[in-house]
């Protein structure tokens, strides 16, 4: 009988299988990164001019985008006011705009990229800078970075929405207008990278890291044509070398992080946690923190605002006790207090300012390694402990001063730090607001098993296969379904040179044997033609994608030559191996080397026994 050549359908061959998995696509996403990039850093001064501007409209009633701190006005009682109201028209602007603009940024930019396919509203590009900068110019104390994170977002996916995108690849542009508005506010382009694969782009692929670092490159180039190069805090030369005394102290001022860290999470969600019980709308929630941000901006004025000024004094090291006191307890409580009701700000700045702090009071019985030493060390591994994010932590702090010498004692206390939060915390202050959304998010990379693993590894080999001669009788006669091996619910139809044909299922051999009109006919005519199959040299991640492209969960293992000889069965019960074999790696403990003595002690013949 003359069976005609079954249509065999299968994904690339291992032999064009690559490292990376980037496309040409790569090169017009790049593209329009860059655009992105250009008007990221646009946005960037845009938002830092109107702090500027609602901080002299607020405080010194004055028309003027010079940044000024909120700590030099003369307004008295007056000031207590200021907070509030600002927080008044953010509440108005949250319920009645969108209520996205609550909250520092980073997790709704993390949400928009996780749950909204990367799409944001066109009307955040706009609401969230203003509510920001309503927010840090009547003296909330944030930082800048967290709406322009989220702003540069938003206005990386409303381009990329005006354009026929997948869901990746408006991600990708996102997270570029987020890295691009981070490194032309604080001239910090390589840590903005950072940042992104450290909190948004969950991948590290070339797709998306190169698109987002030219973003942020051409960033940190424009900033110097329109807001002046870096360092944004000068500090003094530090030693190259501190020694060990010197690294201990690291490893105390990492220890401190975490412990300040891990207070800093727990206070600010206990403060949101107390506005929920509040009996009135969330809309009036900034007000009563507004509230609160004046009554300590008359104790310690200098914990309103932004606050660029005194982290600049922290890292040259001439800041008074007071100071330091009252950062450490009047800026963290009225950030906490403030950002638990709801209104619109940032994270970094604050964590800075705090890690400072820290640092300053660290200063006073660490060893002396220069002015400024202890609290940019502290400041890095607090924003690294905090967030998550120790790469980001050592590389920013590195950016902000420009001293390179602190990169050793930088990536000791961040890592202690983040090893220290990681333990004592199951999430961070960026998700642990997701978390109270509903969501789980989880944040560790790792090779995917199905990566390493082939379909020679898993695939079974025992199994039937039916002669494509076979008649229906002949199958009645010699085939119980329930005999077969455990498990296998597809059988191959092969021709006498074991050459794939086609297959049946277990519910075609129910149904084709029992038609008794058919049965002098072939298992080869009735096969289905129209096969999906594997080769045993092909990655199981490539399995799992055309098992999900195509709905079928079972597949033939044919040889990868041109004759297609059928060598085994593949399953989705089969990929679950790969999974096993990860779970024995991570939990299965063992010795595999032992010391030997050189020379044993020679044991005593027992004593013979007394007969």
């Not at 009645?96 to 590009?125: D, F, K, M």
């Not at 200098?302 to 009252?326: C, E, S």
């Not at 607001?433 to 079974?460: C, N, Q, T, W």
């Amino acid at each position: 009988m003359n069976l005609s050549s079954p249509k065999v359908t299968a994904s690339r061959l291992p032999d064009e299988l690559g490292d990376f998995t980037a496309s040409l696509r790569l090169i017009p996403i790049s593209a329009l990164a860059i655009v992105i990039g250009v008007i990221a850093t646009c946005v960037a001064l845009a938002l830092l001019k109107l702090i500027g501007l609602f901080t002299n409209l607020f405080y010194f009633q004055r028309w003027s985008a010079e940044l000024v701190s909120p700590d030099q006005s003369q307004l008295g009682w007056i000031a207590v006011a200021v907070p509030v109201a600002g927080a008044l028209i953010i509440g108005l602007m949250a319920r009645y705009g969108s209520e996205r603009i609550r909250g520092h940024g980073i997790p709704e930019a993390i949400e928009s990229i996780l749950l909204n396919g990367s799409r944001v509203q066109p009307r955040l590009a706009i609401l969230k800078p203003l509510s920001s900068a309503i927010s840090i110019g009547s003296g909330g104390p944030f930082g800048a970075e967290g709406p322009i994170i989220l702003t540069g977002g938003a206005f990386g996916s409303v381009i990329a929405q005006l354009f026929r995108l997948s869901s990746t690849e408006r991600k990708v542009l996102l997270v570029a207008g987020a890295a691009a508005g981070m490194s032309a506010t604080f001239a910090a382009p390589l840590s903005a990278v950072l940042l992104a694969v450290e909190l948004l782009l969950f991948e590290w692929k070339p797709r998306s890291m190169i698109p987002v670092a030219l973003a942020s490159a051409t960033a940190g180039a424009c900033r110097r044509y329109i807001m002046g190069l870096g360092p944004l805090f000068p500090v003094p030369p530090h030693p190259v070398f501190i020694g060990p005394d010197g690294l201990i102290g690291c490893v105390i001022a990492g220890l401190l992080a975490g412990a300040v860290s891990a207070l800093l999470t727990k206070t600010v969600y206990k403060a949101e946690d107390l506005f929920q019980r509040l009996p009135i709308h969330w809309m009036w929630w900034p007000a009563i923190g507004g509230l609160i941000v004046g009554l300590g901006g008359l104790v310690f004025p200098q914990a309103l605002g932004v606050g660029y000024d005194t982290i600049g004094q922290l890292l040259q090291g001439d800041v008074p006790r007071m100071t330091i006191a009252g950062i450490l307890i009047v800026k963290s409580v009225i950030w906490a207090a403030s950002l638990g009701s709801g209104t619109s700000g940032g994270v970094l700045a604050p964590l800075l300012m705090i890690g400072g702090a820290v640092g300053g009071v660290e200063a006073m019985f660490l060893p002396s390694q220069g002015p400024g030493f202890w609290p940019l060390v502290s400041m890095g591994a607090i924003l690294g402990g905090t967030m998550r994010s120790p790469f980001t932590g050592t590389v920013f702090a590195i950016e902000l001063t420009h001293d390179l010498n602190s990169l050793l004692p930088l990536l000791v206390a961040n890592s202690i730090a983040y090893g220290f939060t990681v333990l004592m915390l199951k999430r961070s202050i960026l998700t642990e607001k997701i978390a109270r959304r509903g969501f789980h998010l989880s944040r560790e990379y790792s090779v995917d098993p199905l990566e390493v693993l082939f379909v020679r590894e898993v695939m079974r080999t025992n199994l039937v296969a039916f002669p494509s001669s076979l008649t229906l009788r002949e199958l009645a006669a010699s085939f119980r379904v329930d005999h077969s091996p455990r498990g296998q619910y597809l059988y191959p139809v092969v021709d006498t040179d074991q050459r794939l044909i086609g297959v049946l299922t277990r519910k075609d051999v129910y149904n084709l044997t029992s038609q008794l009109s058919r049965a002098e006919a072939t298992v080869g005519e009735l096969a289905q033609r129209e096969v999906h199959v594997a080769h045993p040299d092909e990655p199981l991640r490539v399995v799992v994608y055309r098992m999900a492209e195509t709905g079928f969960t079972r597949l033939p293992v044919v040889d990868s030559s041109a004759d297609r000889r059928i060598v085994g069965l593949v399953s989705l019960e089969d990929l679950l191996r790969a999974r096993t074999r990860t779970l024995t790696e991570e939990r299965h403990r063992e010795r595999v080397l032992r010391l030997r003595l050189p020379f044993r002690p020679k044991r005593q013949a027992p004593a013979a026994q007394n007969r």
